[in-house]
């Protein structure tokens, strides 16, 4: 495609400078033999004048009663001196233009040309002759004495010095313009080729770029419009090629997001199932048993209670986390600390079931705006992921404490290294705390639960994995209350 274009732009530059050369030479040309025209009727109206002055004079010195005779009779004289004068050759002709003398003969040929025969029939012409590299006149008129035509004068001039001067201006005009042309239409293919060759390049990388090449840039040394559309053309292709890392990046996220929802789903269709199977079975039997059998019955009792417990606490996590993007709650000063004694002291019930322990050290004063209720759930499921996820027979640790404006919980268990790449994302939705050994019955839930309480509070939370050791640290800004105590 360049390339018709820059023969293009090469057909045009040639014609136009061609067309431009021609008109050029014709106008030159036309406008010299207009010139030289001019010069020559200027200077043959004036050997016109000083001939008839001559003739007259000679007329008046001798007249005769025929003045056609005399004319005859003082031709030699008269062609003898017109040539003197005049340094022209000259012949004397009788009316009806038969030569009566001429200075020299060779100069005026024997048959009758145009001029003669203007002058015959009463006008001035003269004729131009141009062969063997001479330019000649021939110039004929009626010689008139008091109103009567009396004989014809015929001049032969040489204006070969004429012609030739103005045939050299003609050419030194014409290589002169050439030259000029010639510089144009190289300049001209210089430009095209530094116009065409930039957009042969460009051309190229943007077909580099349609068949998925997004690491080809083009480097011009250029600070005209085409080192802009360069550098256009870099920066285009860098914003592509980032747009495309992200939607990548967005759509792996996605899948990833997806594939967490499949296994949220499955989990919940397998959580929810297990236990409405178990209900629905130990309610048919006692159904059909009642109490014939107290000891199966009371068994079959207990266990549909534990079970709808269980679907009772999924199903709360579930609207929870349903309803904490949207939802505000009111904050009132609470006395963080003894809400988490009061939760250590509860689970450690817990962690005796998993042969584990709790270890805490709790200050005083550890005041801050939250929610009673929520802040408690805070606390319940950081704690519950730490007994779950931490090791065999190890121990939790739970410290809180106020430093300056900011209450800091801490809460730290042994475990299997996480990987830095799923620190960032335990917060999500339906992402488990270790996604390679999911605890049986987690759903992903709890810290993404725990996160929107935080936030709720205008708290931080972060996670770390060092040295076989979870760390979950909790700020909360501290609310000094000692001014409504002394009251």
């Known amino acids: 495609m360049i390339r018709k274009i820059s023969i293009k732009f090469l057909i045009g530059f040639f014609l136009i400078f061609s067309l431009s050369f021609v008109v050029l030479h014709q106008t030159v040309k036309e406008f010299i033999q207009t010139s030289n025209q001019n010069l020559v009727s200027s200077e043959l109206d004036g050997l016109k004048s000083n001939s008839n002055v001559y003739i007259r004079q000679a007329f008046l010195i001798n007249h005769f009663t025929s003045n056609e005779l005399y004319f005859g009779e003082i031709a030699q004289e008269i062609a003898s001196d017109l040539t003197h004068t005049t340094d022209s050759s000259v012949g004397v002709y009788t009316v009806e233009g038969k030569l009566l003398y001429a200075s020299d003969k060779s100069r005026f040929p024997a048959q009758m040309q145009s001029d003669l025969q203007q002058a015959v029939s009463g006008n001035t012409a003269y004729s131009i002759t141009t062969g063997n590299g001479k330019t000649t006149v021939l110039f004929s008129y009626p010689v008139v004495i008091d109103g009567s035509k009396v004989g014809i004068l015929r001049f032969y001039r040489d204006f070969s010095s004429l012609y030739e001067q103005t045939n050299q201006v003609l050419q030194v005009t014409l290589y002169i313009a050439l030259a000029i042309f010639a510089a144009a239409f190289l300049f001209s293919y210089i430009l095209s080729r530094h116009i065409t060759i930039p957009l042969t390049k460009l051309t190229r990388a943007s077909t580099e770029v349609k068949n998925g090449n997004l690491d080809i840039r083009l480097h011009f040394r250029r600070k005209d419009e085409i080192g802009h559309l360069a550098e256009n053309f870099n920066d285009m292709i860098g914003q592509i090629s980032n747009q495309i890392h992200i939607i990548e990046k967005d759509r792996d996220h996605l899948k990833e997001l997806h594939q967490q929802e499949?296994?949220?789903?499955?989990?919940?269709?397998?959580?929810?199932?297990?236990?409405?199977?178990?209900?629905?079975?130990?309610?048919?039997?006692?159904?059909?048993?009642?109490?014939?059998?107290?000891?199966?019955?009371?068994?079959?009792?207990?266990?549909?209670?534990?079970?709808?417990?269980?679907?009772?606490?999924?199903?709360?996590?579930?609207?929870?986390?349903?309803?904490?993007?949207?939802?505000?709650?009111?904050?009132?000063?609470?006395?963080?600390?003894?809400?988490?004694?009061?939760?250590?002291?509860?689970?450690?019930?817990?962690?005796?079931?998993?042969?584990?322990?709790?270890?805490?050290?709790?200050?005083?004063?550890?005041?801050?705006?939250?929610?009673?209720?929520?802040?408690?759930?805070?606390?319940?499921?950081?704690?519950?992921?730490?007994?779950?996820?931490?090791?065999?027979?190890?121990?939790?640790?739970?410290?809180?404490?106020?430093?300056?404006?900011t209450i800091r919980f801490v809460f730290s268990n042994p475990s299997d290294p996480i990987e830095t790449e799923h620190l960032s994302r335990l917060f999500q939705p339906f992402y488990p705390a270790h996604p390679n050994s999911p605890e049986e019955g987690s759903v992903g839930l709890g810290l993404s639960i725990v996160k929107a309480i935080v936030e709720e509070c205008e708290g931080s939370i972060f996670i770390t994995s060092e040295h076989n050791h979870t760390v979950v640290t909790v700020e909360l800004a501290a609310l000094d209350i000692v001014g409504s105590e002394n009251k």
């Open 262 to 405: 499949k296994r949220f789903f499955d989990n919940i269709t397998h959580e929810l199932k297990t236990p409405l199977t178990s209900i629905l079975g130990y309610a048919e039997l006692i159904r059909l048993n009642g109490e014939k059998d107290r000891a199966f019955f009371d068994k079959g009792m207990n266990h549909i209670i534990e079970e709808s417990r269980r679907l009772h606490t999924m199903v709360l996590k579930l609207l929870e986390v349903s309803r904490n993007s949207n939802m505000q709650h009111e904050l009132e000063p609470v006395d963080a600390g003894m809400i988490l004694q009061d939760v250590c002291e509860t689970m450690t019930i817990r962690a005796r079931r998993y042969k584990k322990a709790i270890q805490y050290e709790i200050g005083e004063g550890l005041i801050c705006l939250a929610h009673s209720d929520r802040i408690r759930q805070l606390f319940i499921n950081l704690i519950d992921n730490a007994i779950k996820y931490s090791l065999p027979l190890s121990t939790v640790s739970v410290q809180a404490q106020r430093e300056e404006e």
